[in-house]
């Protein structure tokens, strides 16, 4: 992959920085000043502005002061930042609710919100639509020239269902669109199942336990699908507004794997993907490690490769409410920083750069405590981060080269979500058998990209699919020629189950043609449970170990595919558990049961089998991670020692340190939570 073009072009440099509500200090502008010396003192560039500052530029209705933007904008440029700046619409004034009480949304429970909170109003909503066009166009005409101005911001993390009756009617809209007519949804949803059957698109109430229906799966998809696509659509009249004055890069800022949005779906109309997040070191820096990496890996997936922005992550303590709650250590803020810019982040943006002193996330982490100087163990941290930064301009714009994607697709965490028939094994099941090919890949550093099934798979030595419990024929078929013409598919149990409405495929399965790419036919779907009385544990057997079952286990069928593990419980009836087929120029694996360190084991046998690469030729102890980034003018390797123990690895060559500008000696030993950043001589 080619590296990609700056997404701030006049200002190409890793942006460090993050959210700043000046507002809050509006009758002490000294603190103003006082921020613009420490800005430089941090090393910090950037600075969010304006995502919850609405009652402040808009006092009442059509009543405008941008004062303190106007001012701020201006500092912050004087002083060498730049500013990506916020619409406000995650967080409405008080006149703008009581003048418009359809902007509050109806909870799932059916009850109309009063005025709260923030991120809750009703995206249908044509009076808080118009009321955000007119906010949004005012900032774009005043701030489109300005030259502190990098980019937009829009809102604030969106997400939620609403459940009043515009959306309600909206939904009607959206299904009678859909499916042309109220029997064509009846046949889609089976709904002769218990007299289900609906006479018109006017009786459908969303799905909720107390409002609508709960237990017609097809119609929980097309709800999720709906909200979905109106946020979606929400934010598209957001950016409409902006475009009308300014044509600087436009994001959201995103949360996790959050699934109330389609994250590919929303790519499409974004200038660059954002994200936030907030890792817990102290649940062990492995498996800590291991899971921000995987986030990262999607983050990056989502725009096809394209570096993303760290948009806000936590300088110190991430808290809203303090008990329990821990800070970082000195390497683990390091190290956090470090992870995020190794797999694709041209930026480490912080929430926050200021505490407030009241309301709410006092006591958050920020790059200025409440005590107001630099002397602190947080700043002095984030100063370290900055100063890294600073020396890696070579990043903007570079890219992560893949051999091995994992998918990971929302409508298909819809289907399993939820779904009366799948039972328990709610939306973590889908992400932990994810994760769980993610972090064998990862721990033996092969660099994985998480993409969705519109990626060109050609690209790719392995694809694994991550449970393709929904799948429609033009997929079916896309799998099929990606296998017959070399490549190596991993699936799991759940193979194409279902279509897009969730409706059985019938004839077999894996349905649609897999069960000859895979050489089986799955003959039952059994489930192994913790607390299992009467039942015998079973194993699988796989080159002289044994893995416990807990969770799906199907019984298969061979039909030509050679059974590389097998059950231990014999009156389990089955072929077999792992299975390998050859199919035209490729291979197609079928590990029909569900673990979470079983992956360990094949991730081996395919680093074998298919030659796969790390990023660098070094030999290493386990827990050493190495990454690299490549970029126009030359690569970039990261060397993160994941554990609290020292760990050595032995370079193929002579490496610089971007750090220090000394080369680096053969063998390096590096201490818990200590990395290297390299390039070649
Ligand atoms: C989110 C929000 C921020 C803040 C942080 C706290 O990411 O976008 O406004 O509330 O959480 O961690
Ligand atoms: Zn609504």
Excluded at 662 to 680: D, N, P, Y
Aim: aromatic fraction near 12%.
């Amino acid at each position: 992959m080619k590296p990609f073009k700056p997404t701030f072009p006049e200002f190409p440099h890793m942006l460090h920085g993050g959210d700043y509500s000046p507002e809050q200090w509006r009758e002490t502008p000294e603190i103003w000043d006082e921020d613009m010396r420490l800005m430089k003192l941090a090393h910090t560039n950037e600075m969010t502005m304006g995502i919850f500052s609405w009652a402040e530029i808009e006092p009442s209705e059509g009543v405008y002061d941008f004062s303190v933007l106007d001012t701020l904008m201006d500092k912050i440029y004087e002083n060498g930042g730049r500013v990506i700046l916020a619409t406000p619409s995650g967080s409405r004034p008080h006149w703008l609710a009581d003048k418009y009480p359809e902007v509050m949304r109806v909870n799932v429970q059916g009850h109309k919100e009063r005025y709260n909170r923030r991120h809750n109003h009703c995206a249908t909503s044509p009076a808080y639509r118009e009321r955000v066009r007119i906010i949004n166009e005012k900032l774009a005409e005043r701030y489109k020239d300005h030259p502190a101005l990098l980019g937009w911001h829009l809102s604030n993390e969106y997400g939620g269902f609403c459940y009043c009756d515009l959306c309600t009617k909206k939904f009607q809209k959206f299904l009678k669109e859909k499916y042309g007519t109220i029997d064509e949804l009846n046949r889609c949803w089976w709904t002769r199942f218990w007299s289900h059957r609906y006479d018109s698109f006017e009786q459908i109430e969303p799905p909720a336990p107390v409002i609508g229906e709960a237990f017609v799966q097809g119609m929980h998809l097309d709800w999720k699908q709906f909200n979905s696509e109106n946020i979606i659509d929400f934010i598209k009249e957001e950016i409409k507004a902006v475009r009308k004055y300014s044509d600087k890069p436009i994001t959201t800022n995103c949360m996790g794997f959050n699934p109330e949005i389609d994250h590919r779906e929303l790519e499409k109309h974004l200038d660059f993907f954002s994200q936030d997040e907030y890792p817990l070191w102290a649940n062990g820096i492995t498996v800590t490690a291991e899971r921000l990496a995987f986030l990262l890996d999607y983050c990056r997936g989502i725009k096809h490769g394209q570096p993303f922005i760290m948009m806000e992550s936590a300088p110190g303590i991430h808290v809203s409410a303090m008990r329990f709650k821990k800070t970082k250590t000195d390497k683990q803020q390091l190290l956090e920083a470090v992870k995020m810019i190794s797999h694709g982040s041209d930026s480490v943006l912080y929430f926050q750069w200021r505490k407030g002193r009241g309301a709410h996330e006092k006591f958050h982490g920020a790059v200025v405590d409440h005590y107001g100087k630099d002397d602190t163990r947080v700043f002095r941290n984030v100063a370290k981060v900055g100063t890294m930064l600073e020396k890696l301009d070579d990043l903007v714009g570079s890219v992560v080269n893949a051999d091995v994607a994992i998918t990971f697709d929302t409508p298909t965490r819809w289907a399993l979500n939820g779904s009366a028939d799948i039972g328990d094994w709610s939306d973590n099941g889908y992400h932990a058998t994810a994760s769980a090919f993610h972090a064998a890949f990862y721990r033996k550093n092969i660099p994985v990209d998480v993409i969705g099934y519109d990626e060109d798979f050609s690209k790719y030595k392995v694809v694994v699919l991550t449970v393709p419990y929904v799948m429609e024929q033009p997929l079916a078929d896309k799998i099929r020629s990606y296998v017959e013409n070399g490549g190596v598919v991993i699936t799991s149990f759940l193979t194409s189950v279902v279509n897009s409405n969730d409706l059985c495929h019938l004839g077999g399965t894996p349905a649609l043609g897999l069960s000859d790419v895979f050489g089986l036919r799955v003959d039952e779907i059994d489930t192994y449970r913790p607390f299992d009385q009467d039942i015998a544990e079973n194993y699988v057997a796989y080159e002289g170990k044994e893995y416990k079952l807990s969770g799906f286990a199907e019984h298969v069928v061979a039909k030509g595919a050679t059974a590389l593990a097998q059950y231990t419980d014999e009156e389990f009836f089955s072929d077999g558990a792992l299975f390998e087929h050859s199919f035209g120029k490729g291979k197609a694996y079928y590990m029909a049961f569900q673990h979470d360190t079983f992956q360990n084991a094949l991730v081996e046998r395919l680093i074998k089998e298919c030659s796969l690469k790390t990023p660098m030729d070094a030999e290493s102890d386990d827990g050493i991670i190495i990454r690299r980034r490549d970029g126009e003018k030359k690569s970039i390797y990261f060397v993160t020692n994941e554990t609290n123990e020292e760990k050595t690895v032995s370079f193929p060559k002579a490496y610089r340190n971007l750090m220090t500008d000394e080369t680096v000696s053969r063998t390096q030993k590096l201490a818990g939570c200590e990395f290297l950043i390299l390039a070649e001589e």
